[in-house]
């Protein structure tokens, strides 16, 4: 399997370290303040569909995901509210009871979206011992200095430092904002502990008096201690290039003398309506909200299936009816081979087993193995079809082993429409445009818009 490497900048094979047949893998999961939204979520069906596409090629997984639950600040400068507080001010509720709800609420989307949950998962409010150890350590190799406000880490010290982003430090300090914190050595030393001012409700005892971990040191801290100094996968979204890894890599470099992981794997940002996601806009949508309005869960699956995980996602309501109409015809396509007679060519099934495999190893390529589904279910009705895409599906986790006929039905748009849009696809293929043009303009007239998609193409209502 190829996968892409944030740390190299090129597709590289994957092999686990030290010849094991298990991939240790980290994730970094949700910061609790808040429920998951679909961005949120489209970060953690990449890693799903990672830890499903190793597991289709016979590794096992040991996969920790972290629940940060303190540190976290409202800024990415060593400054602001720590985003727990501030949902617990504003709630008017202790933090840990935030936590706990926010926690709750992030799996059971897990549960909706089908999404595996990793091996170990661990918040950050449990391992601060572990923490402090960590920051020990870093202070005694020279790594970590104190001042009146924290603990820092001195990134002069890191000559590596801007690895992962290619980003040159100097490049940075040109940039820097006006700093606050005169005590730092350099502008972009962030903190890795910080001290609590008596009203801050999160703090433990420590070396350096009362305080609270930096947001980076827990997934150093706790990929080290599940995991061992050097793991194969990282995973995370694209925003953690710059800030949140750089910094995990240079502590966990400054205490082993190792970049701990090999592989870092990003997943590009969904955008909603073409621009940020966020509270104050009301597009921060989360999969039930979806479903309230009547895109399940696997609507919503399938939608973030269909774009590449290294490429942005545009989420608009039109292009979510296009996935339903797709997932709709994959559905159809599925079950018209569920009581099929055997009747495929073993060669021919093999050729689509390679294909899917083929593109699922070239840097998890989900929506060409969509397309290698969907070109299968073409064939006449047979069961052995119907169970090669249930194999499929151990890696797109679509639940198409518990789909029935009536959520066929419940489909709004006409046997005849999906139909004609056939013909127009299979005329399409055959470069025979007249036929193509017309199917299109009869689809047109009844009401419908057909886009073509890297799947096949999706069938929307005007
Ligand atoms: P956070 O709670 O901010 O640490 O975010 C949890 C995960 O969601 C991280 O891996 C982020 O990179 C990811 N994430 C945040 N916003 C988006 C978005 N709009 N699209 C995709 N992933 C996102
Ligand atoms: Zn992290």
Known sequence: ??????????????????????????????????????????TYIFMDILRRALKYNGYDIKGVMNITDVGHLVSDGD???????????????DPYAIAEYYTKAFLEDFKRLNIGLPEIICKATDHIQEMEDFVTELINKGY????????????????????LSGAKIDDRKSGARVEVNTEKRNPYDFAIWK??????????????GMGYPGWHIECS?????????????HTGGVDHIPIHHENEIAQSYGKSGKIHAKFWMHGEFMLVDGGKMSKSLG????VTELAEKGYSPMVFRFFCLNAHYRKKLNFTFEALDGAKSGYERLIAGLLKHKDGEN??????????????????????????????????????????IYNLALKFD??????????????????????????????MQQARKEKNWAVADSARAKLTEMGYIVKNTPSGYELTKK
């Open 1 to 42: 399997m190829k996968f892409y490497n944030t740390l190299t900048g090129k597709k590289e094979d994957f092999k686990p370290m030290d010849n094991s047949n298990t991939v240790r893998m980290y994730s970094c999961g949700l910061t609790v303040y808040n429920y998951a939204h679909i961005g949120n979520l489209r």
């Open 221 to 233: 801290a706790m990929s080290e201690k599940y995991l061992g100094e050097e793991f194969d996968i």
């Open 144 to 163: 970590g200095y104190e001042t009146s406000d924290g603990i820092y880490y001195d990134i002069s010290k890191f000559s590596k430092y801007g690895i």
């Open 79 to 93: 400054d602001g509210e720590d985003k727990m507080e501030k949902t617990a001010r504003a709630q008017n509720k």
């Open 343 to 384: 009747t495929t060519d073993a060669k021919l099934l093999s050729e689509y087993e390679k294909e899917f495999f083929d593109a699922i190893s070239d840097d998890l390529n989900i929506p060409a193995g969509l397309g290698v589904l969907f070109s299968m279910l073409k064939n006449p009705a047979s069961k052995d």
């Open 394 to 423: 151990s890696v797109l986790g679509l639940k198409l082993d518990e789909v029935k006929q009536e959520e066929q039905q419940e489909s709004d748009i006409p046997q005849e429409v999906i139909a004609l849009a056939e013909e």
């Open 283 to 286: 597009n921060d949508y989360r």
């Open 195 to 208: 001290k609590a001012p008596k009203e801050h409700l999160m703090q433990w005892e420590s070396p350096w």
